[in-house]
Structure formats: structure tokens, C-alpha cells
T-cell receptor, first 110, second 115 residues
Framework: LAKTTQPISMDSYEGQEVNITCSHNNIATNDYITWYQQFPSQGPRFIIQGYKTKVTNEVASLFIPADRKSSTLSLPRVSLSDTAVYYCLVGDGNFNKFYFGSGTKLNVKP | GAVVSQHPSWVICKSGTSVKIECRSLDFQATTMFWYRQFPKQSLMLMATSNEGSKATYEQGVEKDKFLINHASLTLSTLTVTSAHPEDSSFYIC???????????FGSGTRLTVV
């Protein structure tokens, strides 16, 4: 199972774009990259998932370089309510278990 | 779609008693369910994986006789913390996946406090 490495914490201000990078050097060929958001005392919430290049949805973008050894979650124009922990997970499509890394604590300031 | 309901959201129990936590997939068949625990300011730690109709597979260091997992149907998995002690106090989270989609959906979590 691919191990992920993320910055422990990041600070930002309201209205800014935030980019959180995740390293997954031993990602396997059939692994997907998924990002989750977790607020205190809540279960993780799916944000975005991708395999290669760029994926965009209504809340975020996910950039994956050609070697797929890293990925970057981009949150446009963050607000105070985006203060949370963001986890990057890597797993294949065979419904195998996910191990969580340390996650990145994003603190959005006014 | 892909909603997982977890119940109760919080529970307080006396030391030595047992507590059951339910995890239900509301709109899909959960072929595999996972149970995590999370201590304050820490990441989620995988405890066990359960497949419908099979015995759960526990991660190293997790006591299977203490944390009983049952996945008797495609929509329900339960975690029973037996003879609970204060050190079992934690946030327990389930997640589920099915054959209709790729990915994992998480429950809202259960805050267990053992006094």
C-alpha cells in the first residue's frame, strides 16, 4: 500500500487559493488518489478523486503530474469554513483498505 | 447517493460494560466495511476490515476479542466494544464501499466515553 506524506499544517487567509501537496512515491499502476476533508468530531468527507493529469469539480481541483508520485489539491478562494484537516489517500480499485496518513491541518484566517 | 449512517453519535458507558455501534449503508450494498478509531488531534487508525458474511480481518495490535465486528448483511456492520475501559474512549468511524461505485463513504462517527 502506498504511503502518503503531507505537510502537517498550513495557514491561509480568506479568499486565497490554497494548494496542498501530497507525496506518494510508491504509488501502484492501478492506484487512484483521493482527498478527504474532516471537521472535528465528524467522519471524513470526500472531496475529489483522480488518476492522472487534472480533475476539477465544484469545490476543488486535483493536479497529478505524469509520474504520479505526488498530487496537489487546490482549493480556490478559501473561506473560514474550509478550516479542517485534509487527507490524501492512495488505493486501488479492488476495494482494499485505506490507511490514513497524518493529514494537513488547514487554518483559514479572516 | 452512497450514504452511510452511524449510530449512536455519542455514548457514555461505565467501565466494564459493552457498547455496540452500528454502521448502515442506506442506499447501496456495502460489500466491505471498515472500522477506524481516532484519538484527539490524531489521524484515523484502521482497526479492522469486514466483508459481508465473513469474519473480520483485524489490524495488528487490535484485540479481536475486545472489538467484536459483525457484518451479517450487505447494509449493516456492528462494532461491539466489550468490557470497555477508559482507555477505549475514542472516536470510532466506519466506512463502506460497494460494487456500484469506486471509493469509500464514511459514517459521521461515534464518540465513546468510558467512565
Amino acid at each position: 500500500l502506498a504511503k502518503t506524506t503531507q505537510p502537517i499544517s498550513m495557514d491561509s487567509y480568506e479568499g486565497q487559493e490554497v494548494n496542498i501537496t501530497c507525496s506518494h512515491n510508491n504509488i501502484a499502476t492501478n492506484d487512484y488518489i483521493t482527498w478527504y476533508q474532516q471537521f472535528p468530531s465528524q467522519g471524513p468527507r470526500f472531496i475529489i478523486q483522480g488518476y492522472k493529469t487534472k480533475v476539477t469539480n465544484e469545490v476543488a481541483s486535483l493536479f497529478i503530474p505524469a509520474d504520479r508520485k505526488s498530487s496537489t489539491l487546490s482549493l480556490p478562494r478559501v473561506s473560514l469554513s474550509d478550516t479542517a484537516v485534509y487527507y490524501c489517500l492512495v488505493g486501488d480499485g479492488n476495494f482494499n483498505k485505506f490507511y490514513f496518513g497524518s493529514g494537513t491541518k488547514l487554518n483559514v484566517k479572516p | 447517493g452512497a450514504v452511510v449512517s452511524q449510530h449512536p453519535s455519542w455514548v457514555i458507558c461505565k467501565s466494564g460494560t459493552s457498547v455496540k455501534i452500528e454502521c448502515r449503508s442506506l442506499d447501496f450494498q456495502a460489500t466491505t466495511m471498515f472500522w477506524y478509531r481516532q484519538f484527539p488531534k490524531q489521524s484515523l487508525m484502521l482497526m479492522a476490515t469486514s466483508n459481508e458474511g465473513s469474519k473480520a480481518t483485524y489490524e495488528q495490535g487490535v484485540e479481536k476479542d475486545k472489538f467484536l465486528i459483525n457484518h451479517a448483511s450487505l447494509t449493516l456492520s456492528t462494532l461491539t466494544v466489550t468490557s470497555a475501559h477508559p482507555e477505549d474512549s475514542s472516536f470510532y468511524i466506519c466506512s463502506a464501499t460497494g460494487t456500484e461505485f469506486y471509493g469509500y463513504t464514511f459514517g459521521s462517527g461515534t464518540r465513546l466515553t468510558v467512565v
